[in-house]
């Protein structure tokens, strides 16, 4: 896996990784750095297809980051789906919890892929 860094601010670091085409998240996401992901997210967009997040290497991660990937998912259409890897199972417990995984747009994805 090809990675190119995009955002380091030693609590969070965001990479963006070119096969699969996607970012490789680590450390944690709370909402101060939510505008940060909403930007990374920006950048592979444009790709068409899948865009995959390695959260392997997440320690953190708040309800309102897991809102913003679902309006992500939910609002690129059929155009790209979300492909959550390498989760863990308390981010899968939360996302089944909510009811989430229904959402079109958001797949979970290969597990241990970091």
Do not use: Y
């Not at 996401?29 to 297809?49: E, F, W, Y």
């Not at 790209?80 to 890897?85: C, E, F, G, I, P």
Request: contains cysteine; negative net charge.
């Amino acid at each position: 896996m090809e990675v190119d860094q995009a955002f380091d601010d030693g609590i969070l670091r965001i990479s963006r990784t070119v096969d699969p085409p996607g970012l490789c998240l680590e450390g944690e996401l709370d909402a101060t750095r939510h505008s940060v992901l909403t930007g990374a997210l920006a950048s592979v967009r444009d790709t068409g297809d899948d865009v995959h997040l390695d959260l392997g290497r997440l320690d953190f991660i708040d309800l309102g980051t897991l809102n913003l990937l679902t309006s992500w998912a939910t609002r690129s259409g059929n155009e790209a789906r979300l492909v959550l890897d390498s989760l863990s199972s308390e981010v899968q417990n939360l996302i089944e919890m909510v009811g989430w995984e229904r959402l079109p747009g958001l797949v979970d994805g290969q597990k241990g892929v970091s």
